[in-house]
């Protein structure tokens, strides 16, 4: 009988990632005590590295106003105008995520209402969005570099 030999898991710095979420969530709070719903979720690879378990390797936050899915229903959208989130509502909060998020390791990604936007944005000069614009959802999807 061949004995196999197994490969001793790498060492993730959970610490780190979990003071990550921590900072994530910190920063959303504003956005919280405003009455906003806010969702942080870590979407896991499903590729291991080095027989490793899988890493974390991407999160998404979604903001939303209560009562208001995570998706649209288009014929009550139209018609429910309370759901509305103003751009000016969440830029700072944004822009504070978006900024933190690229000076520790990360990219980040964007989406009003399900259509990607903001492309190339990594700093609050690079927002230059009017405060009157408006959507239902917004997304941010953010990945390591």
């Not at 197994?6 to 959970?14: I, R, V």
């Not at 390791?105 to 190339?120: I, K």
């Not at 990594?122 to 570099?145: V, Y």
Request: charged letters at 30%; hydrophobic letters at 35%.
């Amino acid at each position: 009988m061949k004995i196999k030999n197994f490969k001793q898991f790498e060492s993730t710095d959970w610490n780190s990632e979990n003071e990550f979420v921590h900072d994530l969530e910190d920063i959303t709070l504003e956005l919280k005590d405003e009455g906003m719903l806010v969702d942080i979720r870590l979407n896991r690879s499903t590729r291991t590295d080095n027989h490793s378990v899988a890493k974390p390797s991407e999160y998404e936050i979604r903001i939303n106003k209560p009562g208001k899915p995570g998706f649209i229903n288009v014929v009550t959208a139209y018609t429910d105008r309370t759901s509305l989130i103003e751009w000016s509502e969440i830029k700072d909060t944004v822009i504070r995520l978006t900024e933190y998020c690229y000076e520790n390791g990360w990219s980040v990604r964007f989406w009003a209402d399900g259509t990607e936007f903001l492309t190339g944005c990594k700093k609050e000069e690079d927002f230059t969005l009017g405060d009157g614009i408006t959507q239902f959802s917004f997304r941010m999807l953010i990945t390591r570099l």
